[in-house]
């Protein structure tokens, strides 16, 4: 231990002269007989000197404090900065939809599809004639237990026990002329054989002379036995867009079908107006651009195959199920019992069934509706529009790649003063920074290469010199020779 650097006032630490030491000898040997008084030790005189990261902290922020507001402010816009980074790629990922509406007026307009069905649906004398008991509509347990399973079947009984296109229509046509439309038929529990008209091209003028103009003719045989109970005998008139294929189980809650009933003798005009609706495909809600597609009828073949899988067996209104027929009394009673049940549930089936992303949904508003004195019972609709104006209701994502870089631009710039030139100087010490080995050792492996190549040709541009300096050379003997 070095004696000079014992601090108690005794000897002058900055001379190194050894006679001091002497001289304070004895001082120091007296005060070594006090107990309270301990020499320090070298490395007890440097601890207040090295009390570490707190105390350097302390002093510098008493030396500069202005730093320090200055770091603080910045460590909270950074956090700002991640936190509006972190939404701007939340939007940008799933955008924001905003609807927008306004009208258009169009040359042409697009004319709905129209589904006419009777009421009632059924020839009551038929099905108790095949049944073998009082049948006035299949949903009735009596039309199935004397039924003949195995004689008549199922496609039979329901095909000649509804009512064909003659026996509905006297004349039906789209400006006059029944060329312009296209009819489908399909066959349902409850309303029987239904009738729908599609316009083959839109309409170029709107008047009551070039709407729908349809003449139905009727039995007058009144059950009341279909799902409206309207307590007489006439029409039930479903207008809809054009794509959708009818289905009695979807089309009262779809929210895009409008229902009329017209009686017998009676003469109506329906005025339609649009609203075409525009979807926008998401992450979170898909929707079908194909012009075939027909969510209702999706809904529809879900809960037939649901029913039909349940009981192991179909009744001949479930199209395109793959089980067979039920050829029994209690299986058929049981389906139809199920189907019922489905039927007048308000409810929504659990269907993997997603949305159009167009639609249309038509509006109509009764011009007139009196008598129509025929001498049969018959019906006289007219359907039209009295203007090209459409409602027209479109989703857009109202976040793009443009608002997506002036905002990151915006924040990064507002808040830590950030242009694009000084990012380029972040990115290249950033690469420098975790790249800078890497390319140290590409930028040698190039010069070595470099100095081999010159190396290797300075060595071949020598050897050439020797070799004609030493041609030379026996040139000259061969001529001192001679």
């Known amino acids: 231990m070095n004696t000079s650097c014992i601090t108690c ?24 007989h006090d107990r309270n008084w301990y020499p320090a030790t070298s490395l007890e005189f440097h601890f207040p000197h090295a009390m570490g990261y707190w105390s350097e902290t302390r002093a510098w922020l008493f030396r500069d404090p202005a730093k320090l507001i200055r770091y603080l402010v910045l460590f909270a816009c950074c956090i700002v900065v991640i936190v509006q980074l972190y939404e701007c790629f939340s939007k940008l990922y799933n955008p924001p939809i905003s609807t927008h509406s306004y009208y258009s007026l169009n040359e042409t307009i697009e004319m709905p599809a129209v589904t006419i069905c009777r009421e009632p649906p059924y020839k009551e004398e038929v099905l108790t004639r095949l049944s073998g008991g009082g049948c006035p509509h299949p949903k009735y347990a009596t039309c199935w237990m004397n039924y003949p399973f195995g004689e008549i079947s199922l496609e039979e009984f329901f095909e000649n026990s509804t009512h064909n296109m ?80 009818f289905t009695e189980v979807n089309m009262k809650g779809s929210g895009r079908v409008e229902y009329v009933f017209v009686g017998v003798n009676e003469e109506i005009e329906i005025k339609l107006q649009t609203q075409y609706f525009s979807n926008v ?24 195959q649901d029913l039909s899988d349940n009981m192991q067996c179909s009744g001949p209104w479930m199209h395109d199920i793959a089980n067979e027929p ?111 080995g890497f390319i140290k050792r590409m930028q040698q492996k190039e010069q070595d290469k470099l100095a081999a190549s010159s190396e290797d040709g300075q060595s071949q541009t020598s050897d050439e010199t020797i070799d004609i300096a030493i041609a030379y050379k026996k040139k000259e003997k061969k001529e001192t020779k001679y």
């Open 326 to 436: 039920c050829n029994d009394s209690v299986s058929m009673r049981k389906l139809i019992s199920d189907y019922k049940d489905v039927y007048e549930n308000e409810d929504d089936f659990d269907c993997d069934c997603i949305q159009p992303c167009q639609s249309r949904i038509y509006t109509t508003f009764i011009q007139n509706r009196k008598a129509f004195k025929q001498p049969e019972p018959r019906t006289q609709i007219y359907i039209y529009y009295t203007t090209k104006l459409i409602s027209m209701i479109e989703e857009r994502p109202s976040y793009d790649t443009t608002q997506f870089i002036a905002d990151v631009g915006g924040s990064l710039g507002f808040l830590l003063g950030l242009s694009v030139l000084g990012l380029i100087g972040i990115l290249e010490h950033m690469t420098l920074f975790f790249c800078g």
């Open 166 to 245: 003659g026996d509905t229509f006297v004349f039906y046509g789209l400006n006059e002329d029944p060329n312009n439309v296209e009819m489908n038929t399909s066959l349902h529990f409850y309303m029987g054989r239904c009738y729908t008209l599609r316009p083959k091209e839109p309409a170029k003028r709107v008047s009551k002379a070039v709407g729908y103009s349809l003449m139905l003719e009727h039995s007058m045989t009144a059950t009341s036995t279909s799902d409206v109970d309207t307590g007489a005998v006439g029409w039930h008139v479903f207008i809809h867009d054009k794509k959708e294929n």
């Open 9 to 32: 006032g005794l000897c002058n630490c900055s001379s190194g002269d050894p006679s001091k030491y002497m001289a304070a000898f004895p001082k120091i040997l007296a005060l070594s």
């Open 281 to 304: 495909q998401t992450r979170e809600e898909a929707c079908s651009n194909d012009e075939n597609y027909s969510d209702l009828k999706c809904g529809e073949q879900c809960i037939w």
